[in-house]
Structure formats: C-alpha cells, structure tokens
C-alpha cells in the first residue's frame, strides 16, 4: 500500500498509462523497437531467434497491460478466487498460443513478412514450457486456458523448475535421456524479486501453555529457504481477461549464519548451502504413474505448498476478513496428492499461528480444499515414511496423527461393528516402516473428491475408496469428465481444418468458445464440396507430418496411406507392445504374400513417439523394440511402402500438434480400467482422427458422443480383468496363437538379439500376463482389420470423421471448468468489462 501513488499524483499516471501496439504497423514499430533497444541490434544483425524475441516482446507488452488490468479488477471485485495447485504445467510454446487468444495472428503474419519473416519460423524458435511429464500436467494447462478464457479469478501454482521433462534422442534404437535447459531465454515470465516466502524445514516442536491452560506448538530451528515467485501471464481467449500462473524458484534464504561463514573465509560451504537451496526446484521428476518416495521430492512438495499457502492467506487477510470466511473466498483444488500437504499446512497456519480451536480451523480447511484423483494404479498412490516426514516436517507430523485420530474416533462412533474398518481407512498404514496414505488424508482434509472420467469416477468409488463413500457418504465423490482446450487443440495445431469448421460454425470467435455449436457442421456431411476440403485439410496435415518424418528421420513415409498413430508416456498400462507386437504380425503377413497380393494391400504407417521414465526398464524395452522393428521393417525390399514404422524423437506438446491433426487412425488401448481418462483420444477425434480403443477411460463417454458406429472399440472389460488375471496366474494360461508366432518370431532374431525383448516376452508367457495383452490380442487383431477394411471405403470413412467431430463439443475443458466452478468451487466468472480498476485498490 506504501507504494501506491497518491491521489494528486495519479493523473499523470492515467495520462499515460502504457497500451500495446495496435495495428500492423505499430506492430512492426514495436518488433524494431525491440530489436534495437532491449535486444541491442539492428537489422544487420536480427536472425530468427532475435526476430522471436522481439516478437514475444511485443506481445508480451499486450499481454501485461491486461494482465495488470485483471489483477486490479479481481482485487477491486475481491470476490472468490480458484486456486489450482499443480506440480506439473505442460505448457508448450507461448507465443503462437498469444497471437491466437489476442487475435492478432494475422496481424503479425503479415507484419513478420514485411520484415523478412515467416510468422511459423519464429514460431518455431520457441523452447517449449515443458514443466510436466504427460496428461496430468497438460490437463492443468488446458485448465489455465479455460479458467482465463472463462473470466475466472483464478491462479495457478507451481514449481518452476530449471530442468523440464528430459529431452528424448533414441541412439541406436535406445532411449538417451539429455537435460532441457529451458530458461536460456524466456520472455513470458516475470521474476518477482519483492515476493518471497521463506520457507522452514526440519527442526524440532515445542509446546507452551498459557494462563488459560492453551497450549500452542512451535516449530523451531531447521533450516529456511526462500521461495522467490516468477509470474507467468494466461491469456484468455477473446477476452481481456488475462490470469497468472505463480512458479515458484528456491535459493539460498539470506541468514546471519551463511553471511558469517562467508566472511570467515568458509566459501565453500556458504556456495555449498545456496546451491543445496537451489536444488529444491532444479528438476522435474520425469516418473508418469509412478511413485518413488524420495526426500527431495517431499521437499519440492512442502516447499511449494507452503509458499502457495501464504501468499494464498496474505491476499485473504487483506481484506480484513474473519476467518470463518475464508472458504467463500478461496478454493483449492488439489491436483493429484502431490498438493496434499497443503491441508495439514493450512491447519497449522490456523491453530499454531493464528489461534484458531481445532474444530474451527478444521471446518475451515474442509470447506478449502477439493482433491482430484488421476489413477487407481496402486504403484502410483503416494505413500511417505512416518520417518521421513517426521525429520523434514516435525510438527506436520504430529498435525497429520491428530487428523488421523479425530478421523478415526468419528469412523469408530458411526461403525462400532466394523473393527476392521479403522486399520483400512487408517491415514498411517501400520507397516513396516509405516506410512503416511496421501491420498486418504487428501479425502479427509477435502469437501469434494472427483474422478476423471466416469468409467474412472466409478471405480475409485467402488474400489480404492470404498470405505470412505461408506463413512463421507456417495455426494463427497463426484465426475468431472476431463476436457481439452479447443483453441491450442483446434485453431492453433490445426488452422486448415479450424477454418473450414469457421466456414459452418460460424465465427470462431463463438464456436471455440461455445463448441457445442461444432454440431452445425454435420448438416453438412452430404456436402461434397465441404466433404472435398475436409479431405484436402486432412491430406495437407499428413504431408506436413510426412515432410517432418523426412526431416527427422530421414524415412520416406507417403500420405496416402493410412497413418496410425500412438503417442502418449511409454507404459506397459498403455500397451504399446501390443501395438508393436500387431505391427510384427502385420509384417509377417506382408512377408508370407506374393508380391501381386501386397500391392492390394492398404498401406500402412505406424507412428509411435512417447517418454519412457529414465529407471523404467521394461518401457525402455518397449522402445528398442519399436526401433528395431522400424529398421528391419523400412529396410526390407519386399515391403516397400507396404508398412513403414517410425518412432518420433522427444514427443511433447508442440510435436503432438503436428502429429495429432495428421491421424488417421490413432491407438488408446489400455487395459481396461487402467487410464483413468486419457485426454490425447479426444485431441485426435476432434482432430478429424478416428480411434480404435478399449473401453476404458473417456474412450466409452467419446463412444456414448459420436456413436459406436464411429469408433473401433475391442477388448476385455474392466469388470473381467480380475478374473482374468486370477486365470492367467493361477489357472491355465494359453498365448493367443498369432502372438506366439510373433513372440517365435522375435526370439528367432529376426529384430535383434532376442536377449533385448526376453523381458517383454515373458511378462506375457510367464508372468502372468498382468496387462492382458494375450487376451485382447485377437481382438485387436480383428479390430485392425475391420480399420482397414473401413478405410478403404473413403466416402465412408469421411462420414465417420466428420459426424465425430461434430459431436465432440462436450470435451471442451470450458465445460469441464464450469462443472469444478459450480459443483466443487462454487465461484463465478468476473466478467472484464464490469469495472477495470484502474485508479482503484492496489
Ligand atoms: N496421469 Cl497419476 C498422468 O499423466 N500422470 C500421473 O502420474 C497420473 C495420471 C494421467 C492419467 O494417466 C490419464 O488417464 C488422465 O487423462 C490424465 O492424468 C489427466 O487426468
């Protein structure tokens, strides 16, 4: 408040308050502007990459004008705000996604060229925000879009990591993991020198008593980093509207003690000691479904928690607000148990700072805080060792145990009969060590617990959290069926087919912000002009996919043929070695043919791209055994352009918007009831794509959408994978006859040394095949066929495409959002042009 200007002052202020360019013409004005000034050189000296920076600088000026408008207007307006916690934001590039939601593309396109530029090469300069592994925190991203397309008073928060998801290189077929330095240069953040938290670990609690007999913890000694924030601007698409996203850095917090041992000479341990602070947010943990129990992965978590909590409750004390009002003023949603800490850190800022009684402080919490769930794969719930939260965390600790035990106490009153019930719903599983169960302290401490999907929302009431619908009741646990955001899965990766939609839809200034309206583009499925254009937009996707694969990987893939893709995290739930597995047998297929019967044949690419967790060895398997396959397979005379097999190099999210708008056919085929959503199957539906699927995750609400006739379902349900996996341990277990040839046929050599792929051989044949992946083979197999066969009815085909892309507005993450908003937030959009704040507040 000390720095705001006072009120005599302010005229001059608002008389020249900045604007951003308007127009081509300041457009260029301000990239030159740019070039000579803040990047100090000239237009003998201004390649692509300083054409990037001078454009996202021009940009980026736009962007903060808004972005401090809506800051002022939600602090004028002081109504209820979202807070998405996140450890992971898989952003993506910045810059194209700003022209778009500012809708200035054209603008700079032409400005660009005027200049000596082609607006998609400077795209392309960009590195991409790559603060994420897979679906989870692309979800948060689409959400960051939404909330602010939305006018949402809303605000993300996360780490901002030195390091991204690693940079892939497959080296003789071999994944090489190498380190993404991302922040060489980065214009769409903003350091936030004068916001820091410092932020305490370890250390010991001591007790006081007062007069009243109140007694009050305090945590003690340890050790402090500081939290310092760097801002990232959202921008909404057309609206003003233009929220942040909070990432959050560590460094050394400055204290007399490291001050002392630098001067008394003792450097080293003083550099020492900031680059240990440092570390806390100098990597991203590249495990997708996976938990790993590390310490400085607790670390990451409190660290950012604590920060985010503070800076959440300074905003709220502002307004002078009794406690008891906090939850009308805040929401939390808790992405996944990583943010779980928050609940017990929130507790302990009430009773320990603050004075609130238990029961009150409580209350409040409850009402705060809502935990979304993205699996029900047991080897990803987050356990942490009583021991090791103990050390990092003493008075959390204690905080958690005495959740624990009024949460017990009320379980026992309400279910005296059930004795086994306390150690099931137990948040410290009595094991050895014992553990703290994140996420039942993420339902305890929360007011609404949902699912990604239906399929997804049913099961964890029916299986991982049973009990707790049985104590909380079933209105706790609810659905919110993940979505997408249309404008960076849409306009921005695919303009060709974004247009045509234009030309039926109407503006897309409605329909990608409405777009239930894509419908109106099915009473144009007859058309055959439309049905004309949407063929050439499909074709001039796949040549942009076909010249990226040359470039790459130096193969020859043609556009005519039908391209089937399968991109996502390399996991044995998602079952890429079935599908590299049906590639063999299509393979041998070809081979047993005489040349006459494989000219007949519809050609076929198969694309796959995707991580593997760098400790994950069975994934890794899973790569070198597609890029073996691919070089046998691209190299073999006899099969041409028959079949062709090619992996893409470090898949992320500006890779999949070349890849996804050129599908034909792309693979979700987990076992069922393993994905709790996937959000990339709706991506490619909306793409103009058509899957083939289990019925698993958003694959059955896509089916229930645009009509089983448009959508190769195959598999074993959900319901029978126990009884399955029960025979295929326990009872006789036969391979599929045409997966024992491939398995004979990988063992013969044929793509390397056999020893390489035993692993992925006998999982099936010896282990119990626990993914089902002999199960569902013939069916998958079948499913193929009947792909190919559908195929090659082109008119049929189209029908399908269109009529499923009309249907696909319900995947908008805009409806997604509004459903949080109303069913679990209960907050309202704060529309931009109520009042600007100018002048006003802060
Ligand atoms: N998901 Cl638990 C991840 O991407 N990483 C994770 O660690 C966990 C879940 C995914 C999940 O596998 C997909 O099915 C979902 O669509 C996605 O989260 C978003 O909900």
């Not at 009243?212 to 760097?230: D, F, I, L, P, Q």
């Not at 609400?701 to 009509?707: A, D, L, S, V």
């Not at 959508?711 to 295929?728: P, T, Y």
Request: aromatic residues 10%.
């Amino acid at each position: 408040v000390e720095a705001s200007i006072p009120e005599p002052q302010r005229e001059a202020w608002l008389k020249n308050q900045a604007s951003g360019f308007k127009g081509k013409d300041q457009f260029e004005k301000e990239v030159v502007r740019h070039v000579e000034t803040t990047l100090a050189r000239s237009m003998f000296n201004c390649d692509e990459t300083a054409a990037y920076a001078a454009t996202s600088l021009a940009f980026r000026d736009r962007l903060v004008i808004e972005w401090n408008r809506t800051q002022q207007r939600q602090t004028f307006a002081d109504s209820k705000r979202v807070y998405y916690l996140s450890l992971e934001f898989l952003m993506g590039r910045a810059l194209d996604n700003a022209m778009l939601n500012i809708g200035e593309k054209e603008v700079a396109k032409s400005g660009l060229s005027e200049l000596g530029f082609r607006v998609e090469d400077i795209i392309q300069q960009e590195h991409d925000a790559a603060l994420g592994n897979g679906g989870l925190g692309r979800l948060a991203a689409c959400f960051l879009d939404s909330l602010a397309s939305l006018n949402f008073p809303a605000w993300g928060y996360g780490l901002r990591y030195r390091y991204g998801i690693f940079k892939q290189e497959i080296i003789d077929g071999y994944q090489v993991e190498v380190p993404d330095y991302w922040l060489d240069f980065n214009p769409w953040e903003f350091p936030r020198h004068d916001v820091t938290v410092d932020i305490q670990f370890y250390g010991n609690v001591n007790k006081t008593t007062d007069d009243s007999g109140k007694v009050t913890a305090h945590w003690e000694g340890g050790e402090t980093v500081r939290a310092v924030a760097y801002d990232v601007p959202i921008p909404g698409y057309a609206t003003p509207s233009t929220n942040n996203l909070r990432l959050w850095s560590s460094q050394a917090a400055s204290g007399e003690f490291d001050f002392q041992k630098f001067n008394s000479g003792d450097y080293e341990s003083s550099v020492g000691d900031q680059q240990r602070a440092e570390t806390i947010s100098a990597v991203l943990y590249p495990n997708d479904n996976l938990d790993r129990g590390k310490e400085l992965r607790l670390k990451q978590q409190y660290f950012w928690v604590a920060a985010s909590l503070y800076d959440i409750v300074r905003r709220f004390k502002k307004s002078k607000r009794p406690w008891r009002e906090f939850p009308d003023q805040v929401a939390i949603q808790l992405n996944d148990t990583h943010p779980t800490l928050a609940i017990v850190e929130l507790q302990r800022i009430l009773i320990d700072l603050e004075g609130l009684d238990w029961d009150d402080a409580w209350n409040i919490v409850q009402q705060t805080f809502s935990y979304t769930n993205h699996t029900v794969l047991p080897e990803a719930l987050e356990k942490w060792s009583v021991g090791l939260v103990q050390h990092l965390l003493p008075r959390h600790l204690q905080i958690i145990y005495d959740i624990n035990l009024f949460f017990l106490q009320m379980v026992e009153r309400n279910f005296p009969k059930d004795r086994e019930m306390l150690s099931r719903v137990s948040i410290i599983e009595e094991s050895q060590p014992k553990m703290v169960r994140m996420a039942y302290l993420a339902i305890v401490g929360s007011h609404k617990v949902n699912g990604v999907a239906e399929l997804h929302s049913d099961l964890i009431r029916t299986t991982i959290f049973k009990d707790f619908v049985t104590i909380f009741g079933p209105d706790k646990f609810v659905n919110v069926t993940n979505g997408i955001t249309p404008r960076r899965w849409l306009h921005q990766a695919n303009p060709g087919l974004s247009s045509l939609i234009a030309s039926k839809a109407g503006d897309p200034e409605h329909y990608l912000k409405d777009l239930t309206l894509l419908n109106k583009i099915e009473l144009s499925v007859n058309d055959p002009a439309f049905r004309k254009a949407w063929a050439e937009v499909k074709l001039a996707n796949k040549q942009r996919l076909a010249d990226y694969i040359k470039s790459t990987t130096g193969i020859v893939v043609s556009p005519k043929a039908l391209f089937d893709v399968q991109v996502k995290r390399i996991h044995e739930y998602k079952r890429q070695q079935m599908n590299i597995f049906g590639v063999i047998f299509r393979y041998l297929k070809l081979k047993s043919m005489s040349p006459e019967e494989r000219k007949k044949v519809l050609p076929r690419v198969s694309i796959f791209g995707g991580k593997a967790a760098p400790g994950y060895w069975m994934a890794k398997q899973i790569i070198h055994l597609i890029n073996s396959v691919g070089s046998v397979v691209n190299n073999d005379p006899d099969i041409g352009d028959a079949l062709k097999v090619i992996f893409l190099e470090d898949y992320n999210v500006s890779k999949a918007e070349i890849i996804i708008p050129a599908s034909d056919i792309s693979e979700h085929i987990s076992t069922a009831g393993t994905e709790a959503s996937g959000t990339s199957n709706m991506k490619f539906v909306l793409n103009g794509g058509l899957i083939i699927g289990t019925c698993d995750g958003a694959n059955i609400e896509i089916t229930r959408e645009i009509g089983e006739e448009n959508i190769f379902l195959f598999g074993n349900l959900a319901e029978d994978v126990d009884d399955l996996r029960h025979k295929n341990t326990y009872g006789d277990h036969k391979i599929d006859p045409s997966l024992d040839k491939v398995f004979n046929v990988i063992q013969s050599g044929t793509f390397g040394n056999a020893q390489d792929f035993q692993g992925m051989v006998s999982a099936v044949r010896e282990h119990g095949d626990f993914y089902l992946v002999s199960d569902d083979f013939h069916s998958y197999l079948e499913t193929q066929e009947l792909v190919d066969k559908s195929y090659a009815d082109q008119e049929l085909w189209i029908t399908k495409c269109i009529t499923s892309v009309a249907r696909m507005g319900f995947f908008s993450s805009d409806r997604c959002i509004n459903e949080y908003a109303e069913e679990i937030w209960n907050v309202e959009p704060l529309q931009p042009d109520t009042n600007n704040g100018v002048g006003k507040g802060e």
